[in-house]
C-alpha cells in the first residue's frame, strides 16, 4: 500500500520535477516543465455520473493519474493490474492511467513514476538519470 507520502518521496527524487497544489482538482501534482507526471485526482460529480451509467463504482481511497506512453501502455497496465490501474471515460484517448494508492505497492509505483517522469524531461536528462541510478540499458 502507498501513500501520497511515498509519492512525494519518489517523484520529488527525479530531477527537475517540482510539487505543485490547488490546481484544478485542488489536489497535489508533479511536474516538469514539460507537463505532469502525476496527479491526485478525486472524482467529479459527472465522473460519478458516468461510472454509474457503467454500473460502476469509484474506488474507495486515494486516487492517483499517472502519464503513460499512450493507450497501448495504459491498457496493459489496467489488463495487468486491474486491481491497481482503472480508467472512467472522462480519459478516453488520454494517455493515463487512475492508481488506487491503497493496491499499489511501491515498487510498481516507483516504476511507473519513473517510465512517466521519463517523457517529461528531455531525453538526455533521463538517460544521464538512468546512468547515475545504474538503471541504463
Not at 58 to 87: C, H, M, N, S
Not at 103 to 120: S, V, Y
Amino acid at each position: 500500500m502507498a501513500t501520497i507520502e511515498d509519492v512525494r518521496r519518489i517523484a520529488m527524487g527525479f530531477p527537475r520535477v517540482v510539487e505543485r497544489s490547488g490546481g484544478h482538482n485542488g489536489g497535489l501534482a508533479w511536474r516538469t516543465s514539460a507537463g505532469m507526471l502525476a496527479w491526485e485526482r478525486p472524482p467529479r460529480r459527472h465522473d460519478l455520473e458516468q461510472l454509474a451509467d457503467l454500473g460502476r463504482d469509484w474506488p474507495d481511497g486515494v486516487i492517483l493519474g499517472i502519464r503513460v506512453d499512450g493507450e497501448q501502455a495504459k491498457a496493459a497496465a489496467i489488463e495487468t493490474y486491474p486491481d491497481v490501474f482503472f480508467t472512467i471515460p472522462h480519459f478516453d484517448g488520454f494517455p493515463a492511467v487512475l492508481t488506487r494508492l491503497d493496491a499499489i505497492d511501491e515498487q510498481l509505483l516507483r516504476e511507473m513514476l519513473t517510465d512517466a517522469w521519463l517523457l517529461r524531461v528531455p531525453k538526455t536528462v533521463g538517460a544521464a538519470w538512468l546512468t547515475e541510478n545504474g538503471l541504463a540499458e
